[in-house]
């Protein structure tokens, strides 16, 4: 009995403008770096796709979505930016999409009202990867 492989076809992912948010970006502003625990922080969205959590990355060209964003240090959104993403998020111990859906959600939910949740998640990432 012969058997034959088949080619499959490439999956084809949704193609959109990203969902931008002003309101959720502020409010990320206003939690620790998810990284350090510093107070000042840039607003740094997750680029590389992972479509287990609904993330098939970014046009070119294009930020990610505001859901993908991560509140980090300027000196970690440097970092974050100096080598490929998913190498500084290894290197850092942190599931970035996890994470960001997580903090997403609780904003989506909450609003504002969500800041102690947030920073409480945040804590325990960074609590998980020995910071």
Not at 26 to 32: D, G, I, R, V
Not at 77 to 99: C, F, T
């Amino acid at each position: 009995m012969a058997f034959e492989i088949r080619k499959m076809p490439m999956q084809s992912f949704p193609k959109q403008k990203p969902a931008k948010s002003k309101d959720y970006l502020s409010f990320l502003h206003k939690l620790p770096c998810v990284v350090t625990g510093a107070s000042t922080v840039q607003a740094a969205h997750v680029s590389f796709a992972a479509p287990r959590y609904g993330h098939y990355g970014r046009g070119k060209g294009t930020k990610a979505p505001d859901r993908w964003a991560l509140p980090l240090s300027p000196d970690e959104h440097a970092k974050q930016h100096s080598m490929s993403e998913a190498r500084y998020w290894g290197h850092v111990d942190i599931n970035p999409h996890l994470l960001a859906l997580t903090i997403w959600g609780l904003f989506t939910d909450m609003g504002y009202d969500a800041e102690p949740f947030a920073i409480a998640v945040i804590n325990q990432y960074r609590q998980e990867a020995g910071r």
